[in-house]
């Protein structure tokens, strides 16, 4: 069985202005690193389906989709939040960006692929059940727990955060949800400014210190995220991938590099095989140095698509 690569076209249409770090070029420097390095032709594309509103409306409020769908521009831009906007395609985009997550718990779930990554924008770990905020619009990876618990009866999910800011979305989703364990790290202190307040047994959110690296950073997933999965036993994991924790990125100040991107994969198929049947869906969060996204992008699949 093939590692699925799920995209759609228009997640290169939803643009922010003309210097905002959250850009196509993301997605495009991605697919260029995947095809240079000849990964391209161990992953299986699939076309991202919209996502319904009805499955929107397990994640967020029906008041907050159709404030987003009355927002959306015909032309220009409409601003959400300093940081956030939308132009004529970024809301069909956000729905191809739900739909990449929803899709690929079908296809890792009825076995015809065997994990799967989201190549998709606008991201979603910052979007709360009823507001938008830090790029993202609607939260993906939320998108495709509440799916897989939903409409597949899973009683236990994992989400795995790795982005150097901290997912406040999904913790604001599942803090009061006994099917889902969040486990993250995050620069602290740092924007969103969470994630510190919310811990309890199932929100395992770690913070580092300002410039800390891979080894700190693979130190708190083992002291801290492993023994809490296995106690846990996740039917299925979900990964929130942000590679902005990468040293070449701007955005921010840790110092990690693609082989702690590996290593940290390598943990969770270790943990999905033990546990999950090895049911794996992944979904691009930030990551802004256009090469080291690339690479650090390819290292992750390298290891997901790994027999
Ligand atoms: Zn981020």
Redesign the pocket.
């Known amino acids: 069985m093939h590692t699925a690569y799920i995209s759609h076209p228009d997640c290169l249409l939803h643009e922010m202005g003309a210097c905002h770090p959250e850009r196509p070029a993301r997605l495009k420097a991605i697919e260029d690193e995947l095809a240079a390095s000849g990964l391209i032709a161990k992953l299986e594309r699939h076309v991202a389906p919209l996502a319904t509103v009805e499955q929107l409306e397990r994640i967020h409020t029906p008041e907050y989709i159709a404030s987003l769908d009355a927002k959306a521009p015909s032309n220009g831009m409409a601003y959400l939040d300093p940081d956030t906007a939308m132009n004529p395609h970024s809301l069909k985009a956000a729905y191809r960006a739900a739909g990449a997550v929803i899709l690929a718990t079908d296809l890792v779930i009825g076995k015809i692929v065997k994990n799967a990554f989201c190549g998709i924008r606008p991201p979603g770990h910052h979007a709360e059940r009823d507001r938008a905020m830090g790029f993202c619009l609607f939260n993906n990876i939320a998108a495709g727990i509440a799916h897989a618990i939903q409409a597949h009866g899973l009683e236990r999910v994992a989400v795995v955060d790795f982005?150097?800011?901290h997912g406040n979305g999904t913790e604001d989703i599942f803090r009061d949800d006994p099917r889902v364990m969040m486990v993250s790290t995050f620069q602290h202190p740092f924007y969103p400014y969470s994630g510190i307040a919310g811990r309890s047994e199932r929100m395992i959110n770690i913070p580092l210190a300002t410039g800390s690296d891979g080894e700190k950073f693979r130190a708190a997933a083992s002291e801290f995220w492993l023994p809490s999965l296995i106690k846990f036993k996740p039917q299925m994991l979900f990964i929130s991938a942000?590679f902005?924790a990468h040293r070449d990125d701007d955005?921010?100040s840790l110092n990690l590099q693609e082989t702690d991107f590996a290593w940290v994969t390598e943990r969770m198929k270790e943990i999905a095989h033990q546990y999950a049947q090895d049911r794996i869906v992944s979904a691009l969060?930030?990551g802004y140095a256009l090469p080291a996204l690339g690479r650090s992008v390819a290292a992750h699949l390298k290891v997901l698509s790994d027999p």
Request: proline fraction near 0%.
């Open positions: 982005d150097v800011h942000g902005d955005l921010a969060e930030g």
